[in-house]
């Protein structure tokens, strides 16, 4: 694990730890959380610095770190949902 989702993941767990019982399936979901969190953090560094908008083969089109975004943004919502 890289050392910023391990941040990100003993945060997390700090706080779930707080709350009471922490299982090792509750690990597994933190972990996967983590991850999504720092992608989405990375695409937006990515994006402040490149633009929303990329030169492509036909013309200018969305960066493709604005679908990545949004996917790790869905995966940590539905996590959070459940």
């Known amino acids: 694990m890289n050392p910023e989702i391990e941040s990100i993941y003993n945060q997390i767990l700090k706080q779930v730890e707080q709350l009471g019982i922490v299982r ?3 690990k597994l979901i933190i972990e996967r959380l983590a991850f999504n969190i720092h992608t ?5 560094k990515k994006l402040l610095q490149e633009g929303f ?3 492509g083969l036909h013309g ?4 493709p770190a604005v679908t990545v ?12 949902s459940c």
Request: net charge neutral; charged share 50%; with cysteine.
């Open 60 to 63: 200018k089109k969305e960066h």
């Open 69 to 80: 975004k949004n996917k790790s943004e869905a995966k940590f919502v539905k996590v959070l």
């Open 24 to 26: 090792d399936t509750d």
């Open 40 to 44: 989405a953090k990375d695409c937006e």
């Open 53 to 55: 908008i990329v030169e």
